[in-house]
Protein backbone atom coordinates (compact mmCIF):
# COMPACT_ATOMS: atom_id res chain seq x y z
CA UNK A 1 0.00 0.00 0.00
CA UNK A 2 1.46 3.26 -0.69
CA UNK A 3 1.20 5.83 1.72
CA UNK A 4 0.33 9.71 1.63
CA UNK A 5 2.79 10.57 4.07
CA UNK A 6 6.76 10.25 3.68
CA UNK A 7 7.60 8.55 6.92
CA UNK A 8 10.71 9.35 8.46
CA UNK A 9 13.26 7.74 7.98
CA UNK A 10 14.05 7.04 11.90
CA UNK A 11 10.88 5.28 12.32
CA UNK A 12 9.94 3.93 8.29
CA UNK A 13 7.04 2.48 9.44
CA UNK A 14 3.26 2.83 8.45
CA UNK A 15 0.97 4.37 11.19
CA UNK A 16 -2.28 3.16 11.09
CA UNK A 17 -5.17 4.34 13.69
CA UNK A 18 -7.37 1.16 13.82
CA UNK A 19 -11.11 1.99 14.90
CA UNK A 20 -12.03 -1.47 17.80
CA UNK A 21 -15.32 -0.40 18.70
CA UNK A 22 -17.05 -2.73 18.03
CA UNK A 23 -15.01 -5.21 20.62
CA UNK A 24 -17.19 -2.82 22.88
CA UNK A 25 -20.41 -5.24 21.86
CA UNK A 26 -18.65 -8.93 23.02
CA UNK A 27 -17.42 -11.35 20.62
CA UNK A 28 -19.90 -12.29 17.73
CA UNK A 29 -18.50 -12.12 14.45
CA UNK A 30 -17.65 -8.23 13.64
CA UNK A 31 -15.70 -7.89 16.60
CA UNK A 32 -14.17 -11.25 16.24
CA UNK A 33 -13.11 -10.06 12.71
CA UNK A 34 -11.91 -6.76 13.87
CA UNK A 35 -9.55 -8.75 16.56
CA UNK A 36 -7.67 -10.50 14.49
CA UNK A 37 -7.23 -8.05 12.16
CA UNK A 38 -5.81 -5.73 14.07
CA UNK A 39 -3.56 -8.33 15.74
CA UNK A 40 -2.89 -9.61 12.47
CA UNK A 41 -1.71 -5.78 11.40
CA UNK A 42 0.77 -5.54 14.76
CA UNK A 43 2.65 -8.73 13.49
CA UNK A 44 4.19 -6.73 10.28
CA UNK A 45 7.20 -5.21 11.61
CA UNK A 46 7.03 -2.06 9.02
CA UNK A 47 3.63 -1.42 10.33
CA UNK A 48 2.48 0.96 13.89
CA UNK A 49 -1.07 0.22 14.74
CA UNK A 50 -2.94 2.13 17.36
CA UNK A 51 -6.19 1.18 18.78
CA UNK A 52 -9.25 3.88 18.93
CA UNK A 53 -12.49 3.73 20.48
CA UNK A 54 -15.48 5.15 20.04
CA UNK A 55 -17.03 5.63 23.40
CA UNK A 56 -18.17 2.23 24.47
CA UNK A 57 -20.32 2.55 27.83
CA UNK A 58 -23.91 2.98 27.16
CA UNK A 59 -25.76 5.17 29.16
CA UNK A 60 -29.75 4.48 29.34
CA UNK A 61 -31.03 7.47 31.06
CA UNK A 62 -32.68 9.71 28.32
CA UNK A 63 -30.99 12.80 29.59
CA UNK A 64 -27.71 11.37 28.57
CA UNK A 65 -28.54 10.25 25.59
CA UNK A 66 -28.33 13.51 24.42
CA UNK A 67 -25.36 14.47 25.76
CA UNK A 68 -24.34 10.70 24.10
CA UNK A 69 -24.87 12.29 20.94
CA UNK A 70 -23.19 15.47 21.61
CA UNK A 71 -19.97 13.45 22.43
CA UNK A 72 -20.24 10.90 19.10
CA UNK A 73 -20.16 14.22 17.17
CA UNK A 74 -17.46 15.51 18.62
CA UNK A 75 -15.94 12.27 18.35
CA UNK A 76 -16.89 12.11 14.89
CA UNK A 77 -16.50 15.34 13.15
CA UNK A 78 -13.72 17.10 15.23
CA UNK A 79 -11.25 14.82 17.49
CA UNK A 80 -10.99 11.91 14.76
CA UNK A 81 -9.73 13.96 11.99
CA UNK A 82 -7.65 15.97 14.31
CA UNK A 83 -6.07 13.19 15.33
CA UNK A 84 -5.52 11.34 11.97
CA UNK A 85 -3.67 14.74 10.97
CA UNK A 86 -1.90 15.31 14.27
CA UNK A 87 -0.56 11.83 14.91
CA UNK A 88 0.27 11.88 10.69
CA UNK A 89 -1.66 8.50 10.41
CA UNK A 90 -0.77 7.48 7.04
CA UNK A 91 -3.94 5.40 7.28
CA UNK A 92 -7.09 5.04 9.27
CA UNK A 93 -9.14 2.01 9.33
CA UNK A 94 -12.91 2.62 10.10
CA UNK A 95 -15.07 0.13 11.53
CA UNK A 96 -17.95 1.48 12.48
CA UNK A 97 -19.60 3.42 9.56
CA UNK A 98 -18.93 6.91 11.81
CA UNK A 99 -16.00 8.29 9.83
CA UNK A 100 -18.37 11.99 9.23
CA UNK A 101 -15.38 14.42 9.70
CA UNK A 102 -15.98 18.05 9.03
CA UNK A 103 -12.57 18.03 7.16
CA UNK A 104 -10.66 15.10 5.75
CA UNK A 105 -7.02 14.72 6.49
CA UNK A 106 -5.31 14.94 3.23
CA UNK A 107 -2.29 13.08 3.60
CA UNK A 108 -4.23 9.52 5.17
CA UNK A 109 -5.57 7.25 3.50
CA UNK A 110 -9.03 5.73 4.73
CA UNK A 111 -10.09 2.41 4.53
CA UNK A 112 -13.61 1.54 5.21
CA UNK A 113 -14.32 -2.40 6.41
CA UNK A 114 -17.82 -3.07 4.71
CA UNK A 115 -18.81 -6.49 5.77
CA UNK A 116 -21.95 -6.16 3.96
CA UNK A 117 -24.89 -4.69 2.15
CA UNK A 118 -27.69 -6.07 4.31
CA UNK A 119 -28.95 -2.78 5.03
CA UNK A 120 -29.34 -1.80 1.88
CA UNK A 121 -30.29 -4.91 0.15
CA UNK A 122 -33.25 -6.14 2.96
CA UNK A 123 -34.45 -2.91 4.48
CA UNK A 124 -37.25 -4.39 6.47
CA UNK A 125 -34.97 -7.04 8.75
CA UNK A 126 -34.14 -3.95 11.12
CA UNK A 127 -35.99 -1.22 12.89
CA UNK A 128 -37.00 1.48 11.20
CA UNK A 129 -34.63 4.19 12.81
CA UNK A 130 -31.97 1.64 12.60
CA UNK A 131 -32.29 1.84 9.11
CA UNK A 132 -32.13 5.43 8.34
CA UNK A 133 -29.90 6.05 10.98
CA UNK A 134 -26.99 3.35 9.36
CA UNK A 135 -27.83 3.73 5.86
CA UNK A 136 -27.32 7.31 6.53
CA UNK A 137 -23.67 6.82 7.99
CA UNK A 138 -23.24 4.10 5.56
CA UNK A 139 -23.14 6.26 2.44
CA UNK A 140 -21.13 8.99 4.09
CA UNK A 141 -18.38 7.00 5.25
CA UNK A 142 -18.28 5.47 1.94
CA UNK A 143 -18.25 8.45 0.21
CA UNK A 144 -15.02 9.26 2.63
CA UNK A 145 -12.86 6.49 1.62
CA UNK A 146 -10.46 5.69 -0.45
CA UNK A 147 -10.58 1.80 0.12
CA UNK A 148 -13.50 -0.43 0.68
CA UNK A 149 -12.53 -3.63 2.69
CA UNK A 150 -15.28 -6.64 3.00
CA UNK A 151 -14.50 -10.63 4.01
CA UNK A 152 -15.80 -11.97 0.69
CA UNK A 153 -16.14 -12.35 -2.91
CA UNK A 154 -19.50 -12.79 -2.56
CA UNK A 155 -19.99 -8.99 -0.89
CA UNK A 156 -17.28 -7.76 -2.89
CA UNK A 157 -19.86 -8.69 -5.55
CA UNK A 158 -22.77 -7.56 -3.80
CA UNK A 159 -21.17 -4.11 -3.43
CA UNK A 160 -20.28 -3.52 -7.06
CA UNK A 161 -23.99 -4.52 -7.91
CA UNK A 162 -25.73 -2.13 -5.53
CA UNK A 163 -23.48 0.64 -5.04
CA UNK A 164 -22.30 1.45 -8.74
CA UNK A 165 -24.52 4.53 -8.83
CA UNK A 166 -21.90 6.00 -5.55
CA UNK A 167 -18.82 5.78 -8.08
CA UNK A 168 -18.09 2.98 -6.62
CA UNK A 169 -16.26 1.55 -9.11
CA UNK A 170 -13.67 4.66 -8.36
CA UNK A 171 -13.01 3.21 -5.04
CA UNK A 172 -10.17 0.67 -4.35
CA UNK A 173 -12.47 -2.72 -3.26
CA UNK A 174 -10.73 -5.44 -1.63
CA UNK A 175 -11.59 -8.60 0.55
CA UNK A 176 -9.98 -10.55 2.60
CA UNK A 177 -11.59 -14.46 4.21
CA UNK A 178 -12.87 -14.00 7.87
CA UNK A 179 -11.15 -16.61 10.18
CA UNK A 180 -11.72 -18.38 13.21
CA UNK A 181 -9.91 -18.50 17.01
CA UNK A 182 -8.68 -21.93 17.86
CA UNK A 183 -11.89 -23.97 19.71
CA UNK A 184 -10.25 -25.35 23.09
CA UNK A 185 -10.98 -28.46 24.42
CA UNK A 186 -14.29 -28.08 27.37
CA UNK A 187 -15.95 -30.09 30.61
CA UNK A 188 -18.90 -30.13 28.51
CA UNK A 189 -21.14 -32.13 31.09
CA UNK A 190 -20.64 -29.71 33.56
CA UNK A 191 -21.29 -26.22 31.51
CA UNK A 192 -24.11 -28.09 29.85
CA UNK A 193 -25.89 -28.88 32.89
CA UNK A 194 -25.66 -25.24 34.26
CA UNK A 195 -27.38 -24.17 30.96
CA UNK A 196 -30.10 -26.43 31.50
CA UNK A 197 -29.48 -28.72 28.63
CA UNK A 198 -29.55 -32.47 29.46
CA UNK A 199 -30.66 -33.90 26.54
CA UNK A 200 -29.00 -34.13 22.82
CA UNK A 201 -29.48 -30.94 20.83
CA UNK A 202 -29.31 -28.83 17.34
CA UNK A 203 -27.61 -25.34 17.75
CA UNK A 204 -27.77 -22.16 16.50
CA UNK A 205 -25.26 -19.74 17.33
CA UNK A 206 -25.83 -15.81 16.67
CA UNK A 207 -28.08 -13.00 17.39
CA UNK A 208 -31.66 -12.72 17.35
CA UNK A 209 -32.83 -10.88 14.32
CA UNK A 210 -34.37 -11.73 11.50
CA UNK A 211 -31.88 -11.62 9.31
CA UNK A 212 -30.91 -14.64 11.37
CA UNK A 213 -34.42 -16.44 10.63
CA UNK A 214 -34.72 -17.62 13.68
CA UNK A 215 -38.55 -18.15 12.93
CA UNK A 216 -38.27 -20.34 10.20
CA UNK A 217 -35.75 -22.17 11.86
CA UNK A 218 -38.33 -22.86 14.75
CA UNK A 219 -41.31 -23.63 12.26
CA UNK A 220 -38.47 -26.22 10.25
CA UNK A 221 -37.68 -28.20 14.06
CA UNK A 222 -41.36 -27.99 14.89
CA UNK A 223 -41.73 -30.36 12.07
CA UNK A 224 -38.92 -32.33 13.11
CA UNK A 225 -40.49 -32.89 16.34
CA UNK A 226 -43.47 -34.24 14.96
CA UNK A 227 -42.38 -36.49 12.38
CA UNK A 228 -38.89 -37.76 15.13
CA UNK A 229 -39.89 -39.32 18.63
CA UNK A 230 -36.43 -38.35 19.62
CA UNK A 231 -35.73 -36.13 22.89
CA UNK A 232 -34.29 -33.57 21.27
CA UNK A 233 -33.49 -29.83 21.60
CA UNK A 234 -33.47 -26.81 19.93
CA UNK A 235 -30.57 -24.48 21.37
CA UNK A 236 -30.02 -20.38 20.38
CA UNK A 237 -26.55 -19.01 21.65
CA UNK A 238 -26.49 -15.36 21.60
CA UNK A 239 -27.66 -11.94 22.71
CA UNK A 240 -31.34 -10.58 21.69
CA UNK A 241 -31.54 -8.35 18.84
CA UNK A 242 -35.10 -6.73 17.44
CA UNK A 243 -37.90 -7.57 15.81
CA UNK A 244 -38.01 -10.87 17.52
CA UNK A 245 -41.64 -10.98 19.44
CA UNK A 246 -42.54 -13.00 16.70
CA UNK A 247 -40.66 -15.93 17.76
CA UNK A 248 -41.88 -16.16 21.47
CA UNK A 249 -45.22 -16.08 20.29
CA UNK A 250 -44.63 -18.83 18.23
CA UNK A 251 -42.72 -20.65 20.79
CA UNK A 252 -45.90 -19.68 23.07
CA UNK A 253 -48.66 -20.66 20.36
CA UNK A 254 -47.02 -24.32 19.47
CA UNK A 255 -46.25 -25.02 22.82
CA UNK A 256 -42.62 -25.34 22.40
CA UNK A 257 -41.26 -23.66 25.71
CA UNK A 258 -39.93 -26.71 26.81
CA UNK A 259 -37.91 -27.69 24.00
CA UNK A 260 -36.30 -24.43 23.09
CA UNK A 261 -33.79 -23.37 24.95
CA UNK A 262 -32.49 -20.02 24.87
CA UNK A 263 -28.72 -19.34 26.48
CA UNK A 264 -28.46 -15.72 25.91
CA UNK A 265 -24.98 -14.41 25.00
CA UNK A 266 -22.52 -17.18 25.83
CA UNK A 267 -18.48 -16.77 26.57
CA UNK A 268 -15.90 -17.90 24.27
CA UNK A 269 -15.53 -21.49 26.57
CA UNK A 270 -19.28 -21.90 26.83
CA UNK A 271 -19.41 -21.20 22.64
CA UNK A 272 -16.99 -23.96 22.23
CA UNK A 273 -18.69 -26.67 24.31
CA UNK A 274 -22.05 -25.73 22.67
CA UNK A 275 -20.27 -26.30 19.19
CA UNK A 276 -18.57 -29.58 20.31
CA UNK A 277 -21.89 -30.76 22.34
CA UNK A 278 -24.28 -30.32 19.11
CA UNK A 279 -25.83 -33.09 17.33
CA UNK A 280 -26.24 -30.66 14.34
CA UNK A 281 -25.31 -26.43 13.62
CA UNK A 282 -28.22 -25.08 11.61
CA UNK A 283 -27.10 -21.59 10.33
CA UNK A 284 -30.35 -20.50 7.76
CA UNK A 285 -29.47 -17.10 7.56
CA UNK A 286 -31.21 -15.03 4.78
CA UNK A 287 -28.24 -12.45 4.30
CA UNK A 288 -24.63 -13.15 5.44
CA UNK A 289 -21.66 -11.05 4.01
CA UNK A 290 -19.38 -14.44 5.59
CA UNK A 291 -20.83 -16.36 8.52
CA UNK A 292 -18.45 -16.74 11.33
CA UNK A 293 -20.31 -19.60 13.17
CA UNK A 294 -20.52 -22.41 10.91
CA UNK A 295 -16.72 -21.97 10.39
CA UNK A 296 -16.51 -22.48 13.98
CA UNK A 297 -18.92 -25.53 13.97
CA UNK A 298 -17.08 -27.18 11.02
CA UNK A 299 -13.98 -26.56 12.75
CA UNK A 300 -15.11 -28.64 15.73
CA UNK A 301 -16.54 -31.67 13.40
CA UNK A 302 -20.29 -30.98 13.96
CA UNK A 303 -22.20 -31.73 11.16
CA UNK A 304 -23.52 -28.26 9.91
CA UNK A 305 -26.62 -27.09 7.87
CA UNK A 306 -26.41 -23.84 5.96
Given at each position: ??????TS???N???????????C???TG?????ER??E??R??P????????????Y??T????V??I???L??????L?????L?K?D???EN???F????K?K??I????L??????L????Q?R?Y???W??????S?D?SDIL???????????RK????????D??L????AD?DQ???CN????????G???D?I???G????RK?????????????KTD??NIK?V??GKK??L????????Q???L?N?V?F???VS??VKA??L??A?A?????I???????P???L???T????
Open positions: MKTKHSAKEKIKILFDLTPLRGRIPIFTLYALKYNVNVVPTFMFCKIPKPWRYRFERVYQQLYPFKLYGYVYVNYMIPLFPNTIVTLYDIALIFDNLTSNEKKKNLYKINLTISQSSLNDIHLSEMSILKQEYIYTIENNIEILERLIKDYLFLTLEPNPLSLIKAFHLFKSKLFAGWYDDVFAYIEQNQDITGYDECLKGKFLFLSYEGFGIPLEAKCGPTVL
